[in-house]
């Protein structure tokens, strides 16, 4: 947070199935993954594309979040499907060691391709949608802690959980 390539709106990816899309890709799994992210955003590694990617299934950062699947999302189009927000507690590998309540839409449809133009068009809600929520989000240069109603739920993780046990930001 601060770096003034995380607050830039990206560009749309004109050209799917190429060496260079695949590698940007394989870059942030090995960052995501390195790091027990929930998710990543271009952005986040410097690259101004629409691409995030995510992935939940028993991460020790969120271990009451239920299992989201490992998707690539490219040029994501997102429409809100309820009028109810709910409050939740969200980090970032870009704000690392804190967490602050977020309030996000409960339900979405999200729209895009896969890193080889295939569409994909998915119904979600829960976890799956505040995370898509919160990547999509980096491709629009709004970190969470902007979206943060009341400040006072926002800090440092070891101290608001400290059961979580240590984590790896
Ligand atoms: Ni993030």
């Known amino acids: 947070m601060g770096d003034p390539r995380l607050l830039r709106v990206s560009r749309p990816v004109e050209r799917f199935s190429t ?16 790091l027990n992210g929930a998710g990543l955003a271009a952005p986040q ?26 998707t690539v999302l490219v040029n994501p189009e997102l ?28 339900r979405l449809r999200y729209q895009g391709f896969n890193a080889e133009g ?4 998915r119904t979600v809600d829960g976890f799956h949608a505040r995370v ?8 629009r240069g709004i970190l ?3 979206r943060i109603r009341d400040l006072r739920n926002f800090g440092f993780t070891e101290v608001l959980f400290p059961d979580v046990g240590r984590v790896d930001e």
């Open 19 to 34: 060496p260079a899309l695949r590698e940007l890709v394989r870059d942030m799994v090995d960052t995501m993954r390195r």
């Open 45 to 70: 590694i410097g690259v101004d594309l629409q691409v995030v990617i995510f992935e939940v299934a028993n991460n020790p950062r969120y271990p009451d979040a239920g299992k989201v699947p490992f």
């Open 79 to 106: 429409t809100l499907l309820s009028d109810e927000l709910e409050e939740g507690w969200e980090g970032c590998l870009s704000v690392p060691g804190m967490r602050g309540l977020v309030p996000r839409c409960t």
């Open 118 to 121: 295939e569409p994909i068009d």
């Open 132 to 139: 898509v929520q919160h990547e999509v989000d980096h491709l």
């Open 144 to 146: 969470y802690p902007m």
